[in-house]
């Protein structure tokens, strides 16, 4: 099932953002060393409690999560915390170089 792959594809993804390796990660949830490298290759699924302490543990939220596109999701709230700090004109002179980026 194409599900099972991405969502064991996505906490290979963040893990690694994360530089933390599987075993490690398994170890701070108090779980056993092998129990992210099973999810990560689909052969179990977190509960929902466990899916939770996983988010945590990334510092992200369950949307963010499941929001694929976003490739480092902690460092996008990072962004959007500091952002929202700076007043409007530097946040529009701001947008206005982003959008220029992706015409390149």
Known sequence: MLYDKSF???VTQLRIKNNVSAR???L???Q???YINKIENSK???SMEMFFYIC???KISPKEFFDYDNKNPALSKEFIDDLLKVDETYIK???EIVKGL???
């Open 8 to 10: 064991g594809n996505r």
């Open 32 to 34: 056993s060393e092998s």
């Open 44 to 46: 179990s699924f977190p």
């Open 24 to 26: 490690d990660m398994s």
């Open 28 to 30: 701070s949830l108090g």
């Open 93 to 95: 002179n701001l947008h």
């Open 56 to 58: 945590e543990y990334l």
């Open 102 to 104: 992706h015409k390149k």
